[in-house]
């Protein structure tokens, strides 16, 4: 915390250049860019998903934000597959049990769209899905 700004020492080169942006009205401009670059990612993780899910999983649908929510229709423990995606695919993913209060969510994981190429999208989830299905 700086007691000089009042803040937790955000960059004054970067506060100057948001409040420019938005006196510039830029806005709703760069909202809109960045809702249709997410859009198309999730749309493209969601083809991904019915390409090499089917059968093993169903999945989120979202209207927003950067994540889809995987259910496995097999009663996979998704930590343990964490573990050997990771070593075996180089695929990763966040387990969906920490999620859940009462201790289910065991065969659960969330998926990021956000920074992964669209190379990447369609390669690890095909590697995720060889793994899962060899389970």
């Not at 948001?18 to 493209?44: C, G, N």
């Not at 496995?72 to 387990?95: G, Q, W, Y």
Request: charged share 25%.
């Amino acid at each position: 915390y700086c007691k000089e700004t009042g803040d937790l020492c955000t960059s004054t080169l970067n506060q100057r250049l948001a409040l420019e942006f938005l006196r510039r009205e830029e806005m709703p401009a760069q909202t809109d860019r960045v809702r249709a670059f997410y859009s198309d990612k999730a749309r493209k993780m969601q083809a991904a998903l019915a390409t090499h899910f089917d059968g093993i999983a169903r999945w989120t649908q979202p209207r927003g934000g950067l994540f889809l929510w995987v259910e496995l229709l097999a009663a996979i423990d998704t930590l343990p597959l964490l573990h050997a995606s990771v070593e075996n695919d180089r695929v990763a993913f966040i387990p969906g049990a920490p999620f859940f209060v009462d201790g289910s969510g065991s065969n659960t994981l969330r998926l990021s769209f956000s920074n992964v190429s669209d190379e990447n999208i369609e390669l690890g989830l095909s590697r995720l899905s060889r793994r899962i299905r060899e389970l």
